[in-house]
């Protein structure tokens, strides 16, 4: 039998306000095996580790058990703790009573310290039957990958690169930028958004450590933390890069309209275009559903006028294969679709629009060159609503979450419609504001008394157009007053939800990464490890992982950023050794297992004329989908078996 040293952890009131603690020590000091036991306020703290360790060498102990929190916050600490003083750091165990204990029984200090005992020993029974492991090494392919060319992409691939290391940067349309690329202004200090951005782009694609890869999607990921391998589809463009020189002539000849995406179905294109004129790359585009030139040939006129012989209606879809050590996922956001929300009219009426169609009337590349004006007349409003929380925090119809910004850019909106019409009347309907930002508040308080922004407390319960004169009417309600509002006015925008974009949705199983419930990318630890998916290498930077602003995304990306070049910094990668196993001879062959495991890490394989599974240890995550599912027993967890589980049950009972 092991030689165990138990250590119960106070954590303040949250464990030694409802569990007894000195009767806990008191019962598990004369438990079989147990040679030490002992409380502290916290041992999490250096005084605390530093006890740990002079008990690990004066009690010669073989395994210890730390009494404390959860193992997702702490477990990794101890683990060093004891390697600092040459004591496996696998024969380090943490009970959870406070999680699993005191928080769920606060109401019952008698039950909470009995199940507290229980939680310890069935702990103890697991410790003495672990093995010593040692992490799996496995060498690392210095080079990332990095989904998605919006700011946060950019800014990650940046500060990789600028550290030395290559970046491929896929971007799944024509050009990076993103939808910061479209806005007008940021809050809270109302710059330029392109002012910010392009010279950032240009960066990005003259940078000698980055492989610019635009119109591509990621088709396929395979392998495992350090050694990925990723198939990514390059669409078609029809027009060679080197060769075109944006002569504009394909323009003037091509007889396809259709409504451009960058600005937001607001204006028309051509079927062959530049989305916006500081595209990245500079170069053309034709978009094959519309253009009649394909399946015969039927047009052609781009060609015929194109001296530099760039259009080639041959170009064919090419898959490039490549090899990377960590990815980036920086899919970005869409806005919550207005068609959700019939009763305001949205799709029904030109003049009530969305959050990003109002940032191209404002913007001077937009449409209308910087001038807000009505789409149905062209006339400039002189009345516009602003509705906040559209889709948000609404969980009986609709998302139940707070898109955070949406209170800001509201305001950043009603701001600058005055800053352009200034005899125009703003007014906002708002739930309530939340501005939490540096300088966010101020931003707000400038826009209520400065640009005499008028702010509705109210729900909009619907917007429909009079009949009579054209103009929309809103119904609402002011809380404040107590009273219903009926407002009729000449424009509508709606603050629309952020949630997660068609392209992250559509990466989920290809690069087998959670979610949440609401369809963001899941962190490995939401205080500890904001950065990190749980599966490892993967690595999460911008509104993908929820909703945030430009300063919030630029800050997570280059987080994320120096997580890879942490993790290229080691010769070797460390595989955590808590893995399946298999007992040859008790393994039948079957393949169950080898359909089971979610990361492919079993295969089937022929030794001495027997088949049998073997485990790719370096891709296992100790899931233990194998174990559930195989029928002789043969599959075990390392540190995790069947007879140290019956134990631990038998224990606990």
């Not at 507290?116 to 060498?139: G, V």
């Not at 691939?157 to 050009?175: C, K, M, T």
């Not at 509201?410 to 309907?429: N, T």
């Not at 005499?452 to 309600?477: C, P």
């Amino acid at each position: 039998m092991k030689r165990v040293g138990v250590f119960v952890c106070w954590c303040g009131s949250n464990i030694a306000g409802v569990v007894d603690v000195d009767q806990v020590v008191e019962v598990i000091k004369d438990y079989p095996g147990v040679v030490h036991a002992e409380d502290y306020a916290y041992v999490c703290s250096d005084p605390g580790q530093k006890l740990v360790q002079d008990a690990i060498k004066e009690k010669k102990l073989d395994s210890i058990i730390i009494a404390c929190c959860s193992p997702t916050l702490h477990e990794p600490t101890f683990r060093k703790t004891c390697e600092l003083v040459g004591l496996n750091p696998y024969q380090c165990e943490i009970a959870n009573i406070r999680e699993q204990c005191s928080w769920v029984h606060q109401d019952d200090k008698e039950k909470a310290t009995t199940k507290a005992i229980k939680i310890i020993r069935t702990i103890i029974e697991k410790a003495n039957q672990n093995e010593s492991l040692e992490p799996i090494l496995t060498p690392v392919t210095r080079r990332a990958l990095v989904i998605g060319g919006g700011i946060a992409g950019i800014q990650a691939s940046l500060d990789i690169a600028d550290a030395g290391y290559e970046v491929l940067l896929v971007e799944r349309n024509p050009s990076i930028g993103g939808h910061m690329i479209q806005l007008s202004e940021t809050f809270p200090t109302l710059d330029c958004s392109q002012c910010i951005l392009t010279p950032k782009m240009v960066e990005v694609s003259r940078h000698p450590k980055i492989k610019l890869l635009t119109y591509c999607e990621v088709q396929e990921v395979s392998g495992y933390v350090g050694n990925f391998t990723v198939k990514i589809l390059k669409k078609p463009r029809y027009v060679i890069e080197d060769k075109c020189t944006l002569c504009d002539k394909c323009l003037d000849v091509c007889p396809v309209v259709t409504l451009s995406e960058f600005d937001r179905n607001l204006v028309a294109r051509k079927a062959i275009y530049l989305p916006f004129p500081q595209a990245i790359p500079a170069t053309f585009t034709i978009d094959a559903d519309k253009c009649p030139g394909f399946l015969p040939i039927a047009c052609g006129k781009c060609a015929e006028v194109c001296e530099p012989d760039a259009i080639d209606f041959d170009m064919q879809p090419e898959i490039i294969e490549e090899k990377v050590g960590a990815i980036v996922v920086a899919t970005g956001y869409d806005l919550y679709s207005p068609k959700n929300i019939g009763e305001y009219g949205a799709g029904k009426y030109e003049d009530v629009m969305d959050g990003l169609q109002f940032e191209r009337l404002l913007s001077a590349t937009g449409p209308t060159g910087g001038e807000v004006r009505r789409l149905s007349d062209n006339k400039v409003p002189k009345k516009v609503v602003f509705v906040s929380c559209v889709g948000s925090r609404d969980p009986e119809k609709h998302l139940p979450y707070c898109s955070k910004i949406c209170c800001m850019y509201m305001a950043k909106h009603a701001m600058l419609y005055k800053h352009k019409v200034p005899d125009g009347e703003a007014i906002v309907f708002y739930i309530d504001v939340r501005a939490g930002g540096k300088k966010y508040e101020e931003f707000v308080t400038r826009a209520q008394e400065e640009d005499k922004v008028i702010y509705i407390r109210g729900k909009v319960s619907k917007i429909f157009k009079n009949g009579n004169n054209g103009k929309l009417i809103v119904w609402g309600a002011d809380t404040l007053l107590g009273k219903p509002v009926q407002v009729e006015c000449d424009m509508v925008v709606l603050s629309m939800a952020m949630v997660p974009s068609e392209e992250t949705n559509n990466l989920l199983s290809k690069l087998k990464i959670a979610s949440d419930e609401d369809g963001f990318l899941s962190e490995a630890h939401p205080k500890l490890r904001p950065v990190e998916s749980i599966s490892a290498g993967f690595f999460l930077a911008g509104a993908m992982q929820a909703p945030k602003d430009v300063p919030e995304t630029v800050a997570q990306a280059s987080g994320a950023a120096s997580k890879v070049t942490d993790l290229f910094a080691e010769e070797e990668l460390k595989h955590e050794p808590i893995v399946a196993s298999v007992d040859e001879d008790m393994c039948s062959g079957c393949g169950i297992c080898v359909g089971l495991c979610p990361y492919d890490a079993r295969e089937i394989e022929i030794k001495d004329g027997k088949k049998i599974a073997k485990v790719k240890e370096v891709l296992c995550e100790g899931c233990g989908s194998c174990i559930t599912g195989c029928p002789s027993g043969a599959a075990q967890q390392r540190n995790l078996t069947d007879n140290q589980i019956l134990k631990m049950v038998e224990v606990a009972i």
